[in-house]
């Protein structure tokens, strides 16, 4: 289970972090994401962390701006975002995968329920 928290409504510039826990089943690597959708349009990537160590992946929309980290003793992981601005305006969906023996990240099957974030113009 993935739970997300943290969103909110912010004037555009201003800032947010999101959290998401896992509880449950959990996996000796895995790699959690932060992905987004909006009204009317395609759920997006955001955002990769490997919690058992490695890399991070931004979209390019966000590189700069925001910032994915985690704490693997606590299955956690968070999103802070600085300088928002209206079009971060989204639902805020948590996932996971499993990394597989040859390091591929496997699909995304764990989803949480969202968070609203939403920055006034």
């Known amino acids: 289970q993935l739970v997300e928290s943290g969103g909110g409504l912010v004037q555009a510039g201003g800032s947010l972090r999101l959290s998401c826990a896992a509880s449950g089943r959990t996996f000796s690597r895995v790699a959690m994401a932060w992905f987004r959708q909006a009204p009317g349009k395609e759920r997006e990537f955001v955002a990769r962390i490997s919690l058992s160590g490695g890399g991070t992946f931004y979209a390019d929309s966000v590189k700069g701006r925001f910032t994915i980290s985690g704490e693997s003793a606590k299955n956690t992981v968070y999103l802070q975002m600085n300088s928002l601005k209206s079009e971060d305006t989204a639902v805020y969906l948590c996932?996971?995968?499993?990394?597989?023996?040859?390091?591929?990240?496997?699909?995304?099957?764990?989803w949480g329920q969202g968070t609203q974030v939403t920055v006034s113009s």
């Open positions: 996932a996971a995968a499993r990394i597989l023996p040859s390091g591929t990240v496997a699909s995304f099957d764990y």
